[in-house]
């Protein structure tokens, strides 16, 4: 063999109990497992030995959400993953991202998402399609790949956007045809579904039968739909109603991202979530969804404006906020109507942390929320909120603090869940679930608080998570499986990264392997790049 791992305790994605096995790799693929009593020779190797005892050995781990769309080509390390034993990426999430685009989207989605991940001017933009971009990160590097494997969804909002622009209206039966069209294309190129960004401009704009003829397109290509839908907060089981049944409309599978039940009105209400959840399944359904670890969420400021703030773009959003009648109109809805962009509750300026700037001159902002930096300029929040998102063009980040511990115990422990950090990579003190969701899952929910087994818990995050992504040959410690693997301790595993620490790596993973090639051994980023764009199975 070209690897053995020895006197592993084997958690093989599935469930169940786990075993004491040596694992043998050959050409990237788990080639032999010699479990613990069985006859015949144990697996040698010609290469590498690694002794075991005292970890355990897992499929690599699967982010069903996560934001790392420019960070994968930007950063060879791109270590905030790789240390947490994730081998595979879902990018293109929430209806934004940078394809298929044409040179005037391209610009714009640039600006409208340059929170999420820089404004790209260390980017070399040479695509234009799905599949261009997928090539992009096959030959990054200097031809030598990306750090972890990614998986790619088609961002509505950018699809949106590209056929018809920032206008909030129906889409004509011509622009509904370009639409379809552009989703049909990328789905042939590779991509593994279709993303929405609902309560994000310009994707919010469509409507559910325009939504349901893309679906239509994706299920023919046997893909799913991953809505960020309308609504976390009031209205939230409404929402996720309309989800589930669009997707039965369209007949095509759904996966819901970062479920959950978030605000002062969703306090408890998990179970509301689940038991429509569980109905639907009962009727034939095909529903997963994904989670972080963490209450409080993460977006961008000018993503908490009403909707119609944001008709026109990025530019028609900093003129309605220079413009006094339009600033106290927008004013109004966030903090007495609720505002679409904060999910229908009014907005608590005290929940609001700014996690980023794109302005380094308004660092100072960074780690305080838009309450106490009021309070220190003794003006209302609204005025210091209006000043930031001028001065930093749209661009800093926030995390939200509305979440709800009980509601996200629940919610991890149903049977159709899965992982995803959602992790905003900007920003100078960004959510630490950026760095920290997967040891957090087995450290502090498995170990620490048993919400789950450390053998369920890894089956949320490998196998369920390729089952969705209809991967033949990853998620399970399997012989003929790719050798996507991570080793971690159970008693030690931990995320290291804290909200005022938020950078900081995760502990008790120290060997990670991609294909048989560690990305991470004893603990160290090594410099292999042995991801590769993963594309949709026919």
């Known amino acids: 063999m070209d690897l053995v791992i020895q ?22 693929r788990i080639a032999a497992i010699h479990r613990e009593g069985d006859t015949g020779p144990r697996p040698t190797a ?44 879902v990018i293109g999430q929430d ?34 399609t799905v599949g261009g971009y997928l090539d992009a990160l ?13 998986a790619y969804l088609i961002p509505q909002g950018t699809v949106r956007m590209y056929a018809l622009g920032w206008d909030d209206r129906p889409a004509t039966p011509a622009e509904l045809d370009r639409m379809r069209h552009l989703v049909a294309e990328g789905m042939s190129e590779g991509a593994v579904g279709m993303s929405s960004g609902l309560t994000y401009t310009p994707g919010m704009y469509a409507d559910d039968s325009e939504l349901a003829a893309l679906c239509e397109v994706v299920a023919t290509h046997k893909g799913y739909y991953c809505p960020h839908h309308r609504s976390y907060g009031a209205g939230a089981l409404q929402a996720y109603e309309e989800m589930v049944n669009l997707a039965r409309t369209a007949r095509c599978p759904l996966h819901l991202a970062h479920a959950t039940m978030n605000f002062g009105v969703n306090k408890g209400r998990a179970p509301d979530l689940l038991a429509l959840l569980d109905d639907a399944l009962a009727h034939g359904a095909d529903i997963t969804l994904d989670t ?43 903090e007495v109507v609720g505002s679409d962009g904060c999910h229908g509750v009014p907005i608590e300026w005290d929940t609001i942390e700014i996690s980023g700037v794109l302005d380094p001159g308004l660092a100072s902002c960074v780690g305080r929320t838009i309450q106490q930096l009021a309070d220190a300029r003794g003006e209302d929040p609204w005025t210091t909120a209006r ?33 995803g950090s959602d992790g905003i990579l900007q920003g100078v003190k960004p959510h630490p679930r950026a760095y920290g969701t997967f040891p957090q899952y087995l450290g502090r929910y498995a170990r620490e608080l048993g919400v789950m087994s450390l053998e369920e818990t890894v089956a949320h995050l490998t196998a369920r998570p390729a089952a969705r992504l209809r991967l033949p040959d990853r998620g399970l410690v399997r012989e003929g499986y790719r050798a996507d693997l991570v080793l971690f301790d159970p008693e030690t595993v931990a995320a ?28 160290r980023r090594t410099d292999t790049l042995a991801g590769r764009a993963v594309r949709r199975t026919p």
């Open 292 to 334: 972080y670890p963490y209450t409080p969420g993460c977006t961008t400021l000018v993503a908490m404006l009403p909707s119609w703030a944001g008709e026109g773009g990025p530019d028609a959003v900093l003129a309605r906020l220079r413009d006094d009648a339009s600033a106290e109109r927008i004013r109004h809805h966030l």
């Open 46 to 89: 010609r290469r590498h030995t690694l002794d075991a005892r005292g970890l355990a050995l897992a499929p690599g781990f699967i982010d069903m959400h996560a934001h790392s769309d420019l960070a994968l080509l930007r950063d060879p390390e791109h270590t905030a993953k790789a240390a947490q034993g994730v081998t595979l990426e």
């Open 496 to 523: 290291g990264s804290t909200f005022e620490a938020p950078r900081t790596l995760p502990v008790g993973i120290p060997h990670v392997l991609i294909d048989g090639r560690f990305v991470m051994r004893d603990g």
């Open 387 to 419: 000043r930031l998102l001028i001065d930093d063009r749209l661009g800093s980040t926030i995390l939200q603090h509305v979440g709800h511990e009980e509601n996200v115990r629940a919610i991890m422990r149903h049977r159709v869940h899965t992982g």
């Open 7 to 28: 006197d592993a305790r084997v958690i093989d994605g599935t469930g169940r109990a786990s075993y004491r096995a040596d694992i043998g790799v050959q050409d990237g």
């Open 95 to 128: 209806g934004l991202s940078y394809a298929p685009v044409d040179d005037r989207t391209l610009a714009q989605v640039r600006r409208a998402i340059t929170g999420w991940n820089g404004d790209g001017s260390d980017i070399d933009f040479t695509w234009r």
């Open 138 to 150: 096959d030959t990054a590097h200097g031809g030598h790949g990306i750090a972890v494997n990614a």
